[in-house]
């Protein structure tokens, strides 16, 4: 017997028996749709925190910034040291780190009050270069962005957030030019951010205004040279561990107690945690799948030695006309591996929608505002096929074996 004709002989054998086909496939289909359902919920997180990564700048991103305090014999201290970041380690970093594509010395989140015309509110500011739009992937929609000489004139000029722009401008087009004042102090409107949305990272970034870092420094904060981050782009992706090693051993060159005093934080760092999560996850409910899927295996041999019994004649008449012991065990193999596959396409489809459906209730109850993808990949699909496929082969390797060794003359006996 051909495989063709095994396969053939198999599917003639689910039609014949539905019902009966459905049930025993059932505990495979449990089993594979939970795996895929599992594996593409848990690699939307993965998914789900490159694209977050990417909206805020890039994957390759090392953050520095000045500790507040410092964890001491279990309790927390804040930190008494007169060092703090400045615009020279930006350029030390840029020097002599060979795996640093960039740095941007940034001073953000600072408090400020806003007034247009007669309407004002609380917002946050950032004080930058121009560089910011490329490292934070965020640019101007309209007017131009912060310049080299609005830097070097210490210029009272800002971009504002599309959300600054609906509550205080009502969205007017000619706001360009006009005056913001920001802590009583004037400024000169020269642009407006795109939107960028309220996501899990780039939550409050539409209601804010840019202003020049020397700006910041002394109008409205007196931060002398002082700076409050440091975003640092490595080379790629892959020498990201090596760029956080060159920008520590910098800045423990230029800063005493630079361990104690600076903290960092890492994309590589973040995505890698979320894979461990993941893999956790996915370790659990994939142990409870596979649970199912030896339920399924089982059922498939007992299905197997049931149809062994039914077709003793047929087995018999086989091998009386000439069918030899591999022939039959094959006939038998095929068929189990035949019920196996079928069981593990249907759960594969099934699986999709778990995973779709999963994803959603991701979105709504676990990561609120978010959304969740859900991503079936072919290597998933492909690893379900051939374990299915090999639950067939072990399921029905012994009622196979059991109908090759049955003797013609006891077989045909026994119609």
Known sequence: MNITEGITVGLSGLRKNKMRSLLTMLGIIIGISGVIGVVSVGSGAKTLVLGELERIGSSNMIVVWRRGRIRVDGRWQRIRSTEYLELGDATAIETNCPSVKSVLPEIGRLGVRLKYGDKDKDSKADGTLPAYQSTKNW??????????EDVDLT?????????????????????????????????????????KGDSMATQGWDDRIIVPLTTAQRRIVSYGNRIGTLFVQAK?????????????????????????????????????????????????????????????????????L????????????????????????????????????????????????????????FSAFVAKGTDWPSVVSMQSVVLATGVSFMIGIISGLYPANRAAKLMPTEALRQK
């Not at 640019?139 to 080299?148: K, L, P, T």
């Not at 706001?175 to 795109?194: D, L, P, S, Y």
């Not at 189990?336 to 699986?351: F, T």
Request: aromatic fraction near 6%; charge should be neutral; glycine fraction near 12%.
């Open 139 to 148: 640019y101007v929609e309209s007017g131009r962005f912060i310049s080299q």
């Open 236 to 304: 790629s992706f892959e020498v990201v561990d090596q760029a956080e090693r060159e920008v520590m051993r910098v800045l423990a060159w230029r800063h005493k107690d630079a361990s104690t005093v600076f903290d960092n934080w890492t994309a590589k760092k973040e995505v890698e945690n979320v894979e461990k999560v993941s893999g956790i996850i996915k370790g659990l409910l994939g142990g409870v799948a596979s649970i199912a899927l030896v339920v399924g295996g089982i059922g498939i041999m007992n299905i197997m």
């Open 155 to 195: 210029a009272k000029v800002c971009v504002i957030g599309s959300k600054v722009w609906e509550d205080l401008c009502d969205k007017q087009d000619n706001v360009i030019g006009n005056e913001i004042r920001v802590n009583g102090m004037r400024f000169a409107i020269i642009g407006i951010m795109e939107e």
């Open 306 to 361: 049931v149809s062994v019994t039914e077709r003793t004649w047929e087995i018999g008449l086989r091998k009386a006309v000439g069918a030899k012991r591999r022939d039959i065990l094959f006939q038998f193999l095929i068929e189990s591996a035949v019920i196996s596959v079928a069981g593990g396409i249907i759960g594969i489809l099934i699986g999709v929608f778990v995973g779709i459906g999963g994803a959603k209730l």
